[in-house]
């Protein structure tokens, strides 16, 4: 059974950073695709970054460009999100999303694994 477990959540000022993790488990082998989506109180969850690991490419939104970083390990079996300059819209529950055989766009969330979220808190 592949299951996503993220770690790393928390709640901070902003300006401050944090990094998240996210730890699959169950998959022999190397996923297309891993995400970072995000959903606040009463908005649409929204992509936050993404990693093809065929190309080892990325993706960001825009609101996270130049502040957020998306990465993995050696091993291929977790992946990271620097978050840096965090900003009270910021604040949501965070979720990764693994993909075996698809490369989904950002804006795609048709992911087949999913975790089950850590919380990001950023006050002002």
């Known amino acids: 059974q592949v299951q996503l477990v993220e770690t790393g959540g928390g709640s901070v000022q902003a300006g401050g950073s944090l990094k998240l993790s996210c730890e699959v488990s169950g998959y022999k082998d190397t996923m297309n695709c891993m995400a970072w989506f995000r959903q606040a109180p009463g908005k649409e969850r929204e992509g936050v970054a993404i990693?093809?690991?065929?190309?080892?490419?990325?993706r960001y939104a825009d609101s996270v460009k130049g502040r957020f970083t998306i990465s993995t390990d050696n091993a291929k079996k977790q992946v990271y999100l620097q978050m840096d300059d965090l900003k009270p819209e910021d604040t949501a529950m965070y979720y990764c999303?693994?993909?075996?055989?698809?490369?989904?766009?950002?804006?795609?969330?048709?992911?087949?694994?999913w975790g089950r979220g850590t919380q990001v808190t950023v006050s002002e």
């Open positions: 999303a693994a993909e075996p055989n698809r490369a989904f766009s950002l804006w795609d969330d048709r992911f087949r694994y």
């Open positions: 990693f093809y690991f065929r190309n080892s490419n990325t």
